[in-house]
């Protein structure tokens, strides 16, 4: 399972925390999608308790995040707030844009419309099932809905929307009507389309 961090973020975590938790006990980590395209990916990180500095984590967080945005010549990403309770680290990171959050993560992420994703270059020969009725759509099926939003995902993370899911890839199982679990392996990608 990938990392729920960007890999030079988690790296430093684990260095710091030493006692850090494996990637596979991280289960709650979440990804929010907002309506005007922005992201907000709230972090869970567990360690053990004794070995640990607040203002050393948030520093390097920072760092990782002004590198990227020199890089970038923007400022897409910001890191909101970095929070401590008990064994774990919950950091907070905005995104401007779902390209961001793909590019800092090192992942394949998409959102925007299904006319966008296939604008773009996505291949759409994937079967899909309804939530409401089991009903599985295809390609032809996914195009015709081109102004429904889509959400591709190559990593196993929990992702809310604004709306609610309509339709999941078989690697994704729903949480609530706004809320899914992605589980995904050896780079396979997941999807989501909502209205």
């Known amino acids: 399972m990938k990392s729920k961090m960007p890999c030079c973020i988690l790296l430093t975590v684990t260095i710091i925390l030493s006692g850090c938790a494996t990637k596979n006990e991280i289960t709650n980590t979440t990804l929010e999608i907002k309506k005007d395209g922005t992201l907000e990916q709230s972090i869970i990180e567990t360690f053990e308790k004794d070995y640990y500095d607040a203002t050393e984590l948030q520093e390097m967080i920072e760092s990782e995040i002004s590198d990227f945005n020199l890089t970038d010549g923007s400022e897409k990403i910001q890191l909101k707030e970095v929070e401590l309770k008990e064994d774990a ?6 995104y401007g844009d779902a390209a961001s959050y793909a590019e800092f993560n090192d992942v394949t992420f998409f959102y925007g419309t299904i ?7 996505f291949d759409l020969t994937i079967n899909l099932t309804s ?6 759509i295809d390609k032809d099926d996914i195009l015709q809905m081109g102004d429904h939003y889509f959400v591709i995902a190559e990593e196993s993370i929990v992702i809310e929307t604004f709306h609610n899911i309509e339709y999941i890839s078989g690697n994704v199982t729903l949480n609530g009507k706004k809320e899914a679990m992605v589980t995904t392996q050896d780079g396979e990608l997941a999807y989501i389309i909502f209205k």
């Open 115 to 121: 006319a966008q994703a296939y604008e773009e270059g």
């Open 89 to 94: 680290a919950y950091p907070v990171l905005t």
């Open 131 to 136: 939530v409401k009725d089991n009903e599985e």
